[in-house]
């Protein structure tokens, strides 16, 4: 190379080192500017992440609260307490991101007041709904302030979203700048480096270039022939002039199995080549060309001989090799496998054999015809079908409209048009005439083989006789079924309903086809049971459910339906068959059993918690009594206090003895000519205490001349004494009760009226029923068994009279009507009823069993209330225990009682009577145990402990004093906080274990898991 190209070709080097150094300079500038800009994007997403965050988060606290204040359910705060929690962190979050833009910073500084200000008011709404009710709340709604805040807010969280997204947009759009600058800098530079690269290249190419046309000329002549041979498919051996091996490419040393040791060699020795018979040829391929120098063709199937004895079927050709002067100089052998093609050809044969018989042995009639309708070959069942034999369909030469009568001319024509339109016709139903006259109903189908003018058709063809007359077997059947049978595919819908369907819904097959049958579902059921059906027809699978079906009557009566899947073999649902039972009578007995079963369940619970309200302050009291002297006064207390409550349980036993009486039939009335008004006198006196404790005014309006009844005047006036107590205890205190009594001719009314809390419209028949209250929650403030009402209404009917309940509903009173049949004055004036004779009931101090079990006791003791509400125990003046007491209870023998057990083991107690006072005395002096109620009026006692537990750090231990026993309360009451969970009535011993458990110097924070308790 000259010295001056040299020197060029290394200046074009270093040029294009350092363009390329120059470039990767410029790249890495260019992504370094979008990595910045791409990064203040992602930062302005983030941005706009946390703001539809505390947007979301705002709203899902404002849901959270409505839902709490519609449902009565605190779960409905579970979603609004976590959004709440999630709240600060997620201000947090944006005031750091947001660190940047001072605008934005301000914003959200102006957002965070409104924020707390619109918690605060929430939180106020629900404090206020909780202690207040509903009618508060609705006055703090009515300012519209909580929207006005939730307008702002959405409203400053909107304007920081659009500044976020105009910031986005400006910064989307310094991205794509940089993008652009990045391209074209990096296109610039790689483009001046290419240009000098390609200089420099240039210069060396031109030098080499000459030196490889050289080699390249020198070695094409003697690879072109190599390449040619290697190149082939074909096994490939040339030979010279006396049939020994030169060249054989890899094919061939594949196909005969041997190494390249085999050249030189005899080719007849390494090629042996058989021919089709078996025998060996008598003159080798190759010899034959070089004896005759003619091109040689093997005209049959010859087998070639591997070294390892097996053979292989081929296809060989031979030609001479000559010089330019024409001389043979010798042979190209060709030898091409064939096996497979000998195969494929083999198993073509063997296909069409099975083709044929299969053909001949199907189920389905086949036939083939060419275009014009010609029939030229047909199976078995074909011809069985049309009743001809094979060879008098030849000789007959039929066509397909030779078999098919006039009146189906028209389908055909149809069929042949479809059929060359598309090259199938769908199936269709149609008949054959018969060889012997006979029509054959068939379902024909037909496709051309090819798609060519000249194809010929074949012809599907299925025998419909048998199938009619087993399909009129199956219509017979189902319509002698009671139940519904039906049959539907997916997507199509109803296909066929037996008679009972449609005398059932006195729709039509036309009303019924497809998705018609939903008429027959009552409109407010059709779009679940739609959905039901759409689910269910699609599942591989028996498929079951319940739906109501309106019948030609107008009235719905429900039905089971069961279906039964066909499925394919993909596992496709195809066709459904099935069944609709009516199920309305046994729905209707199984619901009447779920609830009487759930009155009963709530019965007994009652009735063991109605019976430990008065044997716990017995119980209390009696073990008080044997464990201490008390003073009189406390034993006269103590005695009245036993007479109350042993009432009580009389009046619970009478109550149900009473019912069991009624119920049985054996209730016996003692009837006499009575004046209405001395039993409502009489009445009023019974029902006075209650009255005159609530504080309500009672006012009658009584006829001046008498009203004569014949009935039993103790049930009388245990009827009337128990709406008056009833009207008495639903009756908000000062409230106002009338008593009317409105006589008619033949019959008089009593009515007893209340401002009370009033009957939902759906609970005015039901309250009636056995064990039925209007709420049966824990708050019971009223107490009873809920069978007060239906000793009312079964004396009144036993009187040949009726009861009847009418309120407008909660909140708006209600009143009560009973109506008796009048009686003729007596003749003589009989002697004076004596309503307070010994069968006065006790049991008439009730209403319809809501009455608290002491109520007298409570009056009682609310004399001896301090300044701050609580009861302070008498025993406080007995040397203290090393505890601190607090005992809570909303019934006041069992809380006073206790007390004296306590004190009886030298431990003073506090006693409050209300669940929220004793959370604030609890919060403002924490003691060291509180025995705790659980069924208390206003808030019951586990929410109470949970709000200690969540308010007060000093964790004091909470022991459960409830008359709730069963497994599910101690477990609610272990996930309420309580430490222990004793069972009222409680014993001295029991008390004395657990004083001294938790006296000691160290008390364990968990509960101890060998509750105590007494039954």
């Given at each position: 190379m000259p010295q001056t190209k040299r020197r060029i070709t290394s200046i074009n080097l270093v040029l294009?080192?350092?363009?390329?150094?120059?470039?990767?300079?410029?790249?890495?500038?260019?992504?370094?500017?979008?990595?910045?800009?791409?990064?203040?994007?992602?930062?302005?997403?983030?941005?706009?992440?946390?703001?539809?965050?505390?947007?979301?988060?705002?709203?899902?606290?404002?849901?959270?609260?409505?839902?709490?204040?519609?449902?009565?359910?605190?779960?409905?705060?579970?979603?609004?307490?976590?959004?709440?929690?999630?709240?600060?962190?997620?201000?947090?979050?944006?005031?750091?991101?947001?660190?940047?833009?001072?605008?934005?910073?301000?914003?959200?500084?102006?957002?965070?007041?409104?924020?707390?200000?619109?918690?605060?008011?929430?939180?106020?709404?629900?404090?206020?709904?909780?202690?207040?009710?509903?009618?508060?709340?609705?006055?703090?709604?009515?300012?519209?302030?909580?929207?006005?805040?939730m307008d702002e807010i959405r409203s400053r969280v909107a304007e920081m979203i659009q500044a976020e997204r105009t910031l986005l947009d400006q910064r989307s759009a310094g991205v794509e700048f940089n993008y652009y600058v990045a391209i074209m800098t990096t296109l610039l530079a790689v483009l001046i480096s290419t240009g000098v690269a390609i200089g420099a290249w240039r210069s060396i190419d031109q030098e080499l270039a000459a030196r490889i046309v050289a080699e390249q000329s020198a070695r094409l002549t003697s690879e072109n022939f190599r390449v040619t041979i290697h190149s082939v498919d074909d096994a490939l051996v040339t030979t010279d002039a006396q049939g020994r091996i030169t060249l054989m490419n890899e094919v061939a040393k594949s196909l005969i199995q041997v190494s390249d040791d085999v050249l030189g060699q005899p080719v007849d020795r390494i090629f042996q080549i058989q021919q089709?018979?078996?025998?060996?040829?008598?003159?080798?391929?190759?010899?034959?060309?070089?004896?005759?120098?003619?091109?040689?063709?093997?005209?049959?199937?010859?087998?070639?001989?591997?070294?390892?004895?097996?053979?292989?079927?081929?296809?060989?050709?031979?030609?001479?090799?000559?010089?330019?002067?024409?001389?043979?100089?010798g042979t190209v052998l060709v030898v091409r496998d064939i096996s497979e093609k000998l195969k494929a050809a083999q198993a073509i044969r063997r296909r069409d054999e099975r083709f044929r018989r299969v053909f001949d042995s199907s189920l389905v009639g086949m036939a083939l015809c060419n275009k014009y309708g010609r029939i030229i070959d047909a199976n078995e069942t074909y011809l069985e079908t049309i009743g001809y034999s094979r060879e008098g369909l030849y000789s007959a030469d039929l066509s397909w409209g030779d078999i098919t009568p006039t009146q189906f001319s028209g389908l055909d024509t149809g069929a042949w048009e479809e059929l060359r339109a598309t090259g199938r016709c769908r199936p269709f139903e149609k008949e054959f005439i018969a060889q012997n006259g006979m029509r054959v109903p068939v379902l024909i189908a037909a496709v051309k083989l090819l798609d060519d003018e000249e194809s010929e058709v074949a012809i599907y063809t299925v025998n419909l006789s048998q199938l009619r007359a087993a399909e009129q077997r199956y219509r017979m059947l189902t319509n002698a079924s009671p139940q519904i049978v039906w049959i539907a595919r997916p997507g199509e819908d109803n296909l066929y309903c037996n008679d009972r369907w449609y005398e059932y819904t006195g729709l039509t097959p036309d009303e019924t086809r497809g998705m018609g049958w939903l008429r027959a579902v009552p409109t407010e059921h059709q779009g679940q049971v739609a959905r039901e059906w759409s689910t269910a027809s699609r599942k591989p699978e028996t498929c079951e459910f319940e739906l109501p079906l309106r019948g030609r009557d107008g009235l719905s009566r429900w039905h089971l339906l069961r279906g039964v899947p066909q499925i394919n073999s993909d596992g496709v649902v195809v066709e459904m068959i099935g069944t609709m039972t009516d199920i309305d009578a046994l729905r209707q007995a199984q619901q009447e059993l779920e609830l009487a079963d759930r009155r009963k369940d709530f019965f007994l619970a009652t009735l063991s918690h109605e019976l430990r309200n008065p044997l716990t302050p017995i119980s209390n009291a009696l073990e008080a009594w044997r464990a201490a002297d008390l003073s009189p006064e406390e034993l006269t207390e103590v005695r009245e206090m036993l007479s109350r409550q042993t009432k009580q349980m009389v009046r619970l036993i009478d109550d149900l003895l009473d019912v069991s009486r009624i119920s049985g039939g054996k209730i016996q009335l003692k009837p006499a000519i009575l004046d209405l008004r001395e039993c409502i006198q009489t009445s009023i006196e019974v029902a006075q205490p209650l009255i005159r404790q609530a504080g309500h005014q009672l006012t009658t309006d009584l006829p001046n001349e008498p009203v004569w009844i014949k009935a039993d005047a103790t049930r009388i006036v245990q009827i009337v004494a128990n709406l008056l107590n009833n009207a008495a205890k639903y009756t908000d205190p000062q409230g106002r009760i009338h008593l009317q009594v409105v006589p008619f001719e033949h019959q008089v009314e009593i009515q007893v009226v209340d401002n009370g809390a009033g009957i939902p419209a759906h609970m005015l028949e039901q309250i009636f029923g056995m064990f039925e209250q209007v709420g049966s929650s824990l708050d019971r403030a009223q107490g009873g068994l809920g069978i007060g009402l239906t000793l009312v209404r079964s004396l009144a009917e036993l009187h040949g009279g009726s009861v009847v309940a009418f309120s407008e509903g909660l909140g708006k009173g209600s009143r009560f009507t009973i109506t008796l049949p009048r009686s003729p004055a007596p003749v003589a004036i009989e002697p004076p009823v004596n309503n307070n004779s010994t069968e006065k009931p006790e049991n008439s101090a009730k209403a319809d069993g809501h009455l608290s079990s002491d109520r007298e006791d409570t009056a009682t003791q609310i004399n001896t209330l301090n300044t701050n509400g609580s009861l302070q125990d008498q025993t406080a003046e007995q040397p203290a225990g090393n505890l601190r007491i607090m005992i809570v209870d909303d019934v006041a023998a069992s809380a006073k009682t206790l007390g004296m057990m306590l004190r009886a083991i030298g431990q003073p107690a506090e006693i409050c009577l209300d669940g929220h006072e004793a959370i604030q005395r609890v919060l403002a002096n924490p003691p060291d145990l509180v025995f705790l109620d659980i069924a208390m009026p206003g808030i019951d006692g586990y929410q109470v402990?949970?709000?200690?537990?969540?308010?007060?750090?000093?964790?004091?231990?909470?022991?459960?004093?409830?008359?709730?026993?069963?497994?599910?309360?101690?477990?609610?009451?272990?996930?309420?906080?309580?430490?222990?969970?004793?069972?009222?009535?409680?014993?001295?011993?029991?008390?004395?274990?657990?004083?001294?458990?938790?006296?000691?110097?160290?008390?364990?924070?968990?509960?101890?898991?060998?509750?105590?308790?007494?039954?």
């Open positions: 294009v080192i350092v363009l390329l150094a120059v470039n990767g300079f410029v790249t890495s500038v260019n992504i370094g500017r979008l990595f910045d800009a791409q990064r203040d994007v992602s930062h302005t997403f983030e941005v706009l992440r946390l703001l539809a965050n505390l947007q979301e988060e705002m709203v899902t606290f404002e849901s959270s609260c409505r839902g709490f204040v519609i449902a009565r359910e605190s779960t409905y705060l579970d979603s609004g307490l976590v959004a709440l929690e999630q709240l600060p962190r997620t201000y947090a979050d944006l005031s750091d991101q947001l660190a940047d833009n001072p605008e934005q910073t301000r914003r959200l500084v102006e957002l965070a007041p409104i924020i707390a200000e619109r918690l605060g008011v929430a939180a106020n709404a629900i404090q206020v709904f909780i202690e207040s009710g509903e009618a508060e709340l609705m006055k703090i709604a009515r300012t519209g302030r909580a929207r006005v805040q089709d018979s078996g025998t060996t040829a008598n003159e080798h391929p190759v010899h034959q060309v070089l004896r005759t120098g003619q091109k040689l063709a093997a005209t049959e199937t010859n087998w070639l001989i591997r070294a390892d004895g097996t053979r292989v079927a081929v296809d060989d050709r031979a030609s001479p090799i000559r010089n330019s002067k024409g001389k043979l100089q402990a949970r709000q200690i537990r969540a308010q007060c750090p000093q964790r004091p231990v909470l022991v459960a004093l409830t008359g709730f026993g069963q497994p599910d309360d101690r477990k609610r009451t272990q996930a309420a906080g309580f430490n222990q969970h004793l069972t009222k009535p409680t014993s001295l011993d029991s008390l004395r274990a657990l004083l001294k458990h938790y006296g000691s110097s160290e008390r364990p924070s968990e509960s101890v898991r060998s509750d105590t308790h007494a039954d």
